[in-house]
């Protein structure tokens, strides 16, 4: 008797690796059990701390992600590229805590702790938009979609705006930070200068 598995649906295989991947989450959980029993004054320290270190992360990943292909146009190496679903995975899980956190800490209740200004708005926006992303971001999403999944991707850019209009609220520090993290990027896309550094690198290999 031959044992043959089934053409269609999630086989067992499968379903122990997203098992064994989703398993750190319950270090997450214990983490939000504990933020949920902590006194106020320690949840308003905990408010106050964790947006600037955790959104900085996201800021940097973000910015990381998108230098991966312009990097390729400056360089030609193209080793990185693994890279940029790692790195913008992590900004996906990064904007996530930031939610989390804000939502945990909020004594105001959870609609305002996501949208309760324009600046917290932009912020959910740009987690929620990167969202869909991050879970098509893999092989198989990629050849599911076909031509439809670099369309999906210049969602990235909506999330890029985004977060500067974000980070915008907070002053002119983080104005200049997210031009000279984004700046370089966004030049090197532009088609003309795109075209120009590709002709200049080929130009002086061949010399
Ligand atoms: C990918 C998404 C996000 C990125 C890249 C991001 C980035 C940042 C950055 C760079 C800062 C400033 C850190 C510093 O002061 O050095 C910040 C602060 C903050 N973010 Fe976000 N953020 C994101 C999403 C969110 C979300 C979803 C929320 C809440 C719903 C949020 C709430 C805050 C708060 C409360 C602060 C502190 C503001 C203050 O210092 O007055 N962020 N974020």
Redesign the pocket.
């Known amino acids: 008797m031959t044992l043959s598995l089934p053409r269609s649906g999630i086989r067992p295989t499968t379903a122990l690796l997203w098992l064994i991947r989703a398993l750190p989450a319950v270090a997450l959980a214990v983490l939000v059990q504990q933020v949920l029993a902590i006194d106020s004054d320690r949840r308003l320290a905990l408010a106050a701390e964790a ?2 270190i955790v ?2 992360a ?2 940097f990943t ?1 910015a990381a992600t998108m230098a991966v292909t312009p990097l390729v146009t400056l360089t030609g190496w193209r080793g990185h590229i693994p890279l940029r679903r790692d790195l913008g995975l992590w ?1 996906v899980a990064l ?1 996530t805590v ?2 989390a956190v ?1 939502v945990l800490t909020a004594s105001t209740g959870w609609l305002d ?2 949208a309760g200004t324009a600046f ?1 708005a932009a ?2 926006a ?2 929620v938009l ?1 969202v869909p992303l991050a879970l098509t971001s893999y092989p198989a999403a990629q050849r599911f979609l076909g031509r439809q999944w670099k369309v999906l991707h210049r969602l990235a850019h909506g999330v890029v705006l985004l ?1 500067i209009a ?2 915008a609220f ?1 002053g002119l520090d ?1 104005i200049i930070l997210v031009t000279v993290l984004f700046g370089p990027s966004y030049l090197l896309r532009i088609p003309v200068v795109r075209r120009r550094v590709v002709a200049l690198r080929r130009e002086r290999s061949t010399r």
């Open positions: 947006p600037d959104g900085s996201a800021l973000l900004t904007g930031e939610v804000s702790a996501v917290l912020g959910t740009a987690v990167a977060v974000h980070v907070l983080q």
